[in-house]
């Protein structure tokens, strides 16, 4: 699988407990798409969020974050990592 870090611009003043039932709700329903979204970090100042996932694609991560409500708005492959 691949692995993608997707962006969310607009999120200003999200808190920990917003992120974190973010988070829970793409997980809930992460393996309908064959998706494990891995960690998820934000910066309430600025508003962007950003989420570390595994998937086949990143129109599968698009599809679990629109259906848990927070479409995203950057979606990058990761190919390399240390």
Not at 28 to 46: L, M, N, T, Y
Request: charged share 25%; with cysteine.
């Amino acid at each position: 699988m691949a692995r993608f870090m997707d962006v969310h611009h607009g999120m200003q003043g999200i808190t920990s407990d917003q992120l974190n039932e973010a988070h829970k709700a793409d997980l809930a329903i992460e393996k309908d798409e064959g998706v494990h979204f891995e960690r998820a970090w934000a910066d309430p100042e600025s508003g962007t969020v950003y989420c570390l996932s595994e998937a086949p694609s990143a129109e599968a991560v698009q599809r679990i974050h629109e259906r848990a409500g927070h479409k995203a708005d950057e979606i990058h492959a990761v190919p390399l990592a240390v």
